[in-house]
């Protein structure tokens, strides 16, 4: 779990160090920012979609999944609940950034990848070279959004763990395959945060993170039938 702590810890820094900067940029440069954030987002989005589309051995998978997952998300209401809990600080687009830079710190392939080679091999390159990257990125975005981008180091700490003891318990589940697909639902998660922060189409990303839950169902369905 050393690979994860660090990345936490790089996440809460940066977060840290980014949100007393925020305190010196003009609206107009925030306005930036923003900007940036959003193409970044709807770029790493595609790109994790392309790279990963073609290997898919399911490709309808990923359809049922969204339409899936956003009927979930809607009833649960993540979006509105996280909403509320933006009003407790001072930005009241911490929602929209909080749930961007969430999708960037955990469904990138480092983040997926990191703690299943920590786990069964003790290495934890992928998680240091993760760590390096999300240091730079909650600069960005506390610098953007505020202090509260740190709760996402609360929600890498978890996904990362959970990763961790699955792939301690249950090595033989999490796939290949398992992953390309994560790898697509996530991709396009990512790229919908990006259209919301840019205001081309409020896509609710928060609403369909349960839609990455049905990939991991279906390939354990199918691992307990084969």
């Not at 702590?5 to 940029?25: D, E, H, M, P, R």
């Not at 009003?87 to 929209?96: A, N, V």
């Not at 997926?112 to 240091?135: M, V």
């Not at 790229?191 to 609710?204: E, F, T, V």
Request: glycine fraction near 10%.
């Amino acid at each position: 779990m050393i690979g994860t702590i660090v990345n936490t810890a790089t996440i809460l820094l940066g977060s840290f160090i980014g949100s007393i900067a925020k305190k010196g940029i003009k609206e107009e440069y925030k306005g930036a920012l923003f900007t940036a954030m959003g193409l970044a987002a709807t770029a790493l989005g595609i790109n994790a979609i392309v790279n990963h589309l073609p290997d898919s051995e399911y490709p309808v998978l990923f359809i049922i999944s969204l339409a899936a997952g956003s009927l979930i998300g809607t009833i649960i209401d993540i979006e509105g609940r996280f909403q509320r809990l933006s009003k407790r600080f001072s930005s009241s687009d911490l929602g929209q950034g909080l749930s961007t830079a969430t999708l960037i710190f955990c469904i990138g392939t480092l983040s997926i990848l990191g703690p299943i080679e920590s786990a069964l091999h003790g290495d934890h390159t992928f998680l240091f070279t993760n760590a390096t990257l999300d240091f730079v990125t909650s600069m960005v975005f506390a610098s953007a959004y505020g202090i509260g981008i740190a709760i996402a180091a609360g929600i890498l700490f978890c996904w990362q763990g959970a990763i961790y003891l699955i792939a301690s318990l249950l090595g033989a589940v999490i796939s290949t395959e398992l992953m390309t697909e994560l790898s697509i639902v996530g991709g396009i998660l990512i790229a919908s945060s990006g259209l919301s922060i840019l205001g081309i189409k409020d896509c609710k990303t928060m609403n369909l993170l349960p839609s990455l839950l049905i990939p991991v169902i279906w390939f354990l369905i199918k691992k307990f039938f084969s």
